[in-house]
């Protein structure tokens, strides 16, 4: 069930999401941003500003936008993150979605170099106990996608909008854009984070056993 929430609530809980992973060395130097469906105006959604450092926000570090679309909804505030098109794709396409959380942590994004060099656009995680934390129908193995970093984010969104379109419910709720980082979501703001750590567990321990992810099996891509 997905809360959306009054605009302060959202922004209390953002700070404190972006506290904890600006903390955990996840959102370095400006790096990350996170946004939550807001109960009103409809499809608006509160997102973190773009350029701010993440371990010090404030409510006045958030802006409304459109859910939809992106557009910011309050005219002269400051910018919106600069990847909102990204998650404006996640919430037209994903029923249900709260919340969109965006980090560097260092082993997902590691890993994102590797699949990227490796020329892959998906990376597959089979047997490890934290796949069931991503609330997927078999959690012995699953497929990542893996992002072409777009200098223009709107073709990031476009692309991430297509696969999640394509391939429908049952993915995992994250994924890897390459030589960046990666996204979770999911109904809530804790949820969303919760998936992002697991995705970046997946990633530590197949990078500390020495089995970076299988080329992926499945399709991953729309035929
Ligand atoms: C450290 S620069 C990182 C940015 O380019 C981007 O990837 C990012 O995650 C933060 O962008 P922002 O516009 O602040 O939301
Ligand atoms: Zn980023």
């Not at 999401?17 to 959102?27: I, S, V």
């Not at 350029?51 to 002269?76: C, N, Y």
């Not at 934390?133 to 992002?147: E, R």
Request: proline letters at 8%; aromatic letters at 4%; hydrophobic letters at 45%.
């Amino acid at each position: 069930m997905n809360q959306h929430l009054d605009r302060a609530t959202a922004a209390a809980g953002l700070a404190q999401t972006a506290r904890d992973l600006y903390r955990r060395g996840w959102m370095d130097g400006t790096a990350g941003n996170l946004s939550a469906r807001l109960a009103e105006p409809a499809h608006a959604a509160l997102i973190t500003a773009s350029g701010r450092s993440k371990g010090s926000l404030t409510a006045q570090d958030m802006v409304a936008v459109d859910a939809v679309t992106g557009q910011p909804l309050e005219p002269g505030g400051p910018p919106p993150s600069a990847e909102t098109s990204i998650h404006a794709a996640v919430y037209r396409t994903v029923p249900g979605c709260g919340a969109v959380v965006h980090a560097h942590p260092p082993h997902a994004t590691a890993v994102a170099v590797l699949a990227a060099r490796d020329d892959r656009d998906a990376v597959r995680f089979t047997d490890l106990e934290v796949i069931k934390g991503l609330a997927v129908p078999d959690p012995t193995a699953i497929s990542v996608p893996v992002f072409t970093n777009w200098l223009d984010v709107r073709v990031i969104g476009s692309d991430v909008a297509a696969y999640l379109t394509t391939n429908g419910s049952g993915i995992p709720p994250v994924l890897l854009i390459a030589f960046h980082g990666a996204t979770a979501w999911g109904p809530t703001l804790d949820v969303a984070r919760n998936r992002l750590e697991c995705l970046e567990a997946l990633c530590q321990l197949s990078l500390l056993t020495g089995q970076y992810p299988a080329r992926t099996e499945m399709p991953i891509r729309g035929a």
